[in-house]
């Protein structure tokens, strides 16, 4: 259900929330790196969400990506999903189709309209401090 982009996001965040918790900021290479993605692309994917202030980008010979404790505590996965994909994920018919709604159901739209709540309530119900806090990087992250 989630993109590549969206999937290299979360983990990208996670990764500079925790170790921005241990007072670190990280560059693009590390980030790439220590996540095995493709550098290039996921430059793209942190630009667009220290764009939108997700993280900070700090320039100069020290610089890199971090989080405040702040956009740790008041951004969660659905923050992340949105700015990369947009909210089709948490709006769209299952179908893609353009017409269905409520009043014109498509033949999944009251099983998908169930799920699409759990997964709005399970992107939401944790921030990005939370779950920096709790997940094992080396089993979890890459």
Request: charge should be neutral; include cysteine.
């Amino acid at each position: 259900m989630l993109s590549k982009s969206s999937k290299y996001g979360i983990r990208a965040v996670l990764h500079i929330a925790h170790e921005s918790q241990q007072g670190r900021r990280v560059g693009l290479v590390e980030i790439a790196n220590y996540l095995d993605t493709p550098q290039h692309f996921t430059g793209k994917i942190i630009q667009q969400l220290a764009k939108r202030n997700i993280i900070d980008s700090i320039k100069g010979p020290n610089g890199g990506f971090e989080m405040s404790e702040d956009q740790r505590l008041n951004n969660n996965i659905r923050s992340i999903v949105e700015i990369i994909d947009g909210n089709d994920l948490y709006v769209k018919c299952g179908l893609g189709l353009d017409h269905c709604h409520d009043d014109n159901p498509c033949p999944i739209h009251t099983m998908y309209k169930e799920a699409r709540l759990k997964i709005i309530n399970i992107h939401c119900n944790f921030s990005i401090e939370q779950l920096a806090s709790s997940l094992d990087y080396d089993a979890v992250i890459k």
